[in-house]
């Protein structure tokens, strides 16, 4: 029973005492048929008759009527080959046979409803249901997914590897999402398989990891592929279109529980026309969906799962939403509209905390589009443009640059060196390949970059200003300082001109110059470039930095005792971050050189 004993306790309970016909619903693989199976095997003694019909088809009639050992039971004439008087026939039969009777219908369809005041009664007749939907008709017991506990026990019943630790397990059924079916045949599959690592294991539904082992739902019935095994208990061919672009749409969020208020909001596809023409003159194709309505009833029919107001997507659905009706373009891109829009950061004014939330949301939308190869289009690069600037902030720069690689190859095909979108992106590119250290490569963006605001901008504009200033700064990691400091005279002419000589950005500039003229050998113009930054507003800014700058240029200059006040300041700043931060650590190391040198 895998722990399943509550369940068939509560089955034999409602079927007993309440007398009434009984659906069992739940998704695909949850263990339905299977505690079907175990209260007749429990209770067969109990009856004296016991009938199972499996539904193959969407006609109850059909079914009923070509279920020949049954036909053969009651002894109905051959000759009777109407199949609606055949199907009354067959029932009056059952109902006239001494009790007490079972009859179990293993996944029923929606069309039983109809048949409710015709199927065998009470008291003579318990009738066992079940099915993926909740049958309207017919006294309701859910069947939900395994416990950790009932998921670990049923994992270890089928796989006994001691190289499995239980902390291992753990993690593969809740990969699983305690999924009766899928922990079986995961746990099979390591079983058979015990060159398969942990980590091979844990990605076997994203891999779609070979298996070859028996599953008891069917007699000779085996699984050669995990996830396309999984994918095979589903079919989207009896949805009409609204479901599936609703299930299309929810494929793209996190594997999780999300409330009505949350789904309407991402999936609804109420976008305005001001919203769509930021990008391109094409208007909204697809009207909005009344979310609440179509998720309850894709609960009821199986396809998603409910908790306290909160409904999910297995995975394994998702896997057969994606494979077997991949989302359009047209489908696709409310969603893609709205979580730009959560992702909107704004350096100057935001949190980028505030943002964090809506990362896991921007991924699971981007393996969508990865998995279907979505075509590239204005909204697309500016999805990627903004779940790049989160990943900035996470110091996540790896990813960040696979978006704007793929963001700066749209926009340079799409509209050329001339469009605003296309510098921003190169920007922004050419910072994160900075980050990463590729500055050669980062520098040719920069200088792109910089043509384009010098051009469209002006000189004096403060844009054009922090991209001189950007480039200088890879310029001086590079070691080419002479050409790095033209740039940055550039960048605080404009400074000058637009914030003041007193201005924190202003300020900030003349520290990164004389830094420059340091490594250019010029300490004394760039012990006066120090001074006036340090002459600016300290309230206003972080003066850590222009403290250690100052320090390290005194010690070039010999000036060590000077040089030990400013690197004492400077780490009075710094106390605060944790040990090993690299910041911390230079200037301590600073300090130990400074005083070993004045021992000396």
Same mark, same amino acid.
Do not use: M
């Given at each position: 029973l895998d722990g399943r004993e509550e369940d068939l306790a509560q089955l034999r309970q409602q079927l007993v005492t309440q007398q009434q016909v009984v659906v069992m619903h739940g998704m695909g693989g949850l263990g339905k048929t299977a505690l079907a199976q175990a209260y007749v095997h429990t @209770?067969?003694?109990?009856?004296? @008759?016991?009938?199972?019909?499996?539904?193959?088809? *969407? !006609?109850?009639?059909q079914d009923l009527t070509q279920a020949p050992r049954l036909r053969r039971k009651l002894e109905i004439p051959e000759e009777l080959t109407d199949p609606e008087a055949l199907a009354e026939r067959m029932? /009056?039969?059952?109902?006239?046979?001494?009790?007490?009777?079972?009859?179990?219908? +293993? !996944?029923?369809? %929606?069309?039983?409803n109809a048949w409710v005041h015709r199927l065998p009664k009470a008291p003579g007749w318990h009738i066992l249901l079940t $099915?993926?939907?909740?049958?309207?008709?017919?006294?309701?017991? =859910?069947? /939900?997914?395994?416990?950790?506990?009932?998921? @670990?026990?049923l994992f270890r019943r089928h796989c006994t590897r001691e190289d499995l630790t239980n902390a291992h397990v753990t993690e593969l059924v809740q990969a699983a999402d305690r999924h009766t079916l899928t922990v079986e045949v995961l746990a099979k599959t390591a079983q058979r398989r015990p060159d398969y690592a942990f980590a091979t294991l844990r990605e076997a539904l994203t891999t779609d990891l070979k298996a070859n082992v028996p599953v008891d739902r069917q007699v000779g019935e085996r699984v050669d592929r995990v996830a396309s095994y999984l994918s095979s208990l589903w079919t989207l061919a009896d949805l009409s279109p609204e479901p599936i672009t609703l299930l299309q749409r929810m494929a793209c969020l996190p594997s /999780?529980? @999300?409330? %009505? %208020?949350?789904?309407t909001e991402?999936?609804? #596809?109420?976008?305005? *026309?001001?919203? !769509?023409?930021? /990008? +391109?003159?094409? =208007? =909204?194709?697809?009207?909005?969906? +009344?979310?609440?309505?179509?998720?309850? +009833?894709?609960?009821?029919?199986g396809w998603l799962l409910k908790s306290d107001g909160a409904y999910k997507l297995h995975q394994v659905v998702q896997t057969v939403v994606l494979d077997q $009706?991949?989302? $359009?373009?047209?489908v696709l891109a409310p969603v893609i509209s709205v979580l730009t829009q959560k992702l909107n950061y704004d350096q100057f004014k935001d949190n980028p905390v505030d943002f964090f939330p809506w990362l896991p949301f921007g991924e699971a939308l981007q393996r969508v589009i990865d998995h279907v190869g979505l075509p590239v289009d204005p909204k697309l690069a500016k999805f990627w443009d903004k779940l790049g600037r989160i990943y900035v902030q996470q110091g996540k720069y790896v990813r960040a640059r696979n978006l704007w690689e793929k963001a700066v190859a749209f926009a340079e095909a799409e509209w050329g060196p001339e469009h605003a979108r296309t510098a921003m992106y190169w920007n922004n590119f050419a910072y994160v390949l900075d980050e990463l250290g590729a500055y050669t490569e980062a520098k040719g963006y920069y200088t792109k970059a910089i043509r384009y605001a010098e051009q469209h901008l #002006?000189?004096?504009?403060?844009?054009?200003? #922090?991209?001189?200033?950007?480039?200088?700064?890879?310029?001086?990691?590079?070691?080419?300082?002479a050409e790095a400091r033209t740039y940055l005279e550039k960048a605080i002419a404009s400074d000058e001109k637009n914030f003041g000589?007193?201005?924190?950005?202003?300020?900030?500039?003349?520290?990164?110059?004389?830094v420059v003229l340091q490594d250019l050998g010029e300490l004394a113009e760039a012990r006066t470039y120090l001074e006036k930054a340090l002459a600016s507003d300290e309230k206003n800014f972080g003066t850590a930095t222009i403290y250690n700058n100052m320090a390290s240029l005194l010690e070039a200059m010999g000036e060590y005792t000077e040089a030990l006040t400013w690197a004492e300041k400077a780490m009075m700043g710094k106390v605060k971050l944790p040990e090993g931060h690299p910041s911390r650590e230079t200037g301590e190391q600073l300090l130990v050189r400074l005083r070993s040198k004045l021992e000396e």
């Open positions: @209770h067969w003694t109990d009856y004296r @008759h016991v009938a199972w019909l499996t539904q193959t088809t *969407e !006609d109850f009639t029932l /009056d039969g059952l109902q006239a046979l001494p009790g007490p009777n079972l009859l179990v219908i +293993d !996944d029923a369809k %929606a069309d039983l $099915s993926r939907e909740a049958l309207d008709s017919f006294s309701r017991l =859910p069947l /939900d997914f395994l416990s950790e506990a009932q998921a @670990h026990a /999780d529980y @999300h409330d %009505a %208020a949350r789904l991402l999936l609804a #596809g109420s976008r305005s *026309e001001a919203e !769509d023409q930021e /990008d +391109d003159a094409t =208007p =909204p194709t697809t009207k909005a969906l +009344d979310v609440l309505d179509l998720v309850l +009833d894709l609960v009821d029919l $009706s991949p989302p $359009s373009r047209e #002006g000189l004096d504009h403060k844009n054009t200003a #922090g991209a001189y200033s950007n480039l200088a700064a890879v310029l001086q990691a590079l070691g080419e300082y000589t007193e201005h924190p950005k202003t300020a900030i500039r003349y520290s990164n110059l004389a």
